[in-house]
T-cell receptor
């Protein structure tokens, strides 16, 4: 079975621009979570979606938004990019919401 | 808000030496998870501990959950170069346990 997939792998954007990151969970997994990982730090929780409903939101500004589609794939959108948004964005899926999370390879976002 | 701390931040060991990382939460946890992230990779789930005082072993890795369910440890016996990476603990952000707060991680280097 394929693992969690994310696209794109790398992305370079300019301050003020908008970005959309995509995630496809493992087949059968209904929960998708998004994390931001700045170099040298642990992943920081951004959003969780389960069965297409938002189940959790971390301490991130309203510039960050997400949604989950009927096929359980998900998008993370970030508006008005800042230099500080440069990070590895990780998507994780699981089938019960509270057990082990399977992480994708991440999208490396660089804001210049 | 809930905080999860880990010590040490870095650990350099000679191959064959033991290694221990400690995780402490500001609040009582319903469970705790451990992940390993290789350099340039993504977090990979290692284990989940649920019960007070629980001890679990995976080959050379021993995981403990404290009696008060506020701390945990990971001990690696006779480290190998394949153990190189950053080890994160993660605890649930809320009572539903569906999204997690990660610690800052302990970065392990193993010298051959």
């Amino acid at each position: 079975d394929a693992g969690v997939t994310q696209s794109p792998t790398h992305l370079i954007k300019t301050r003020g621009q908008h970005v959309t990151l995509r995630c496809s969970p493992i087949s059968g997994h209904k929960s998708v979570s998004w994390y931001q990982q700045v170099l040298g730090q642990g992943p920081q929780f951004i959003f969780q979606y389960y069965e297409k409903e938002e189940r959790g939101r971390g301490n991130f500004p309203d510039r960050f938004s997400a949604r989950q589609f009927p096929n359980y794939s998900s998008e993370l959108n970030v508006n008005a990019l800042l230099l500080g948004d440069s990070a590895l964005y990780l998507c994780a899926s699981n089938d019960r919401g509270w057990y082990e999370q399977y992480f994708g390879p991440g999208t490396r976002l660089t804001v210049t | 808000g809930q905080q999860v701390m880990q010590i040490p931040q870095y650990q350099h060991v000679q191959e064959g030496e033991d290694f221990t990382t400690y995780c402490n939460s500001s609040t009582t946890l319903s469970n705790i998870q451990w992940y390993k992230q290789r350099p340039g990779g993504h977090p990979v789930f290692l284990i989940q501990l649920v019960k007070s005082g629980e001890v679990k072993k995976q080959k050379r890795l021993t995981f403990q959950f404290g009696e008060a369910k506020k701390n945990s440890s990971l001990h690696i016996t006779a480290t190998q170069t394949t153990d190189v990476g950053t080890y994160f603990c993660a605890g649930p952000r809320d009572n539903y346990g569906q999204n997690f707060v990660f610690g800052p991680g302990t970065r392990l280097s193993v010298l051959p």
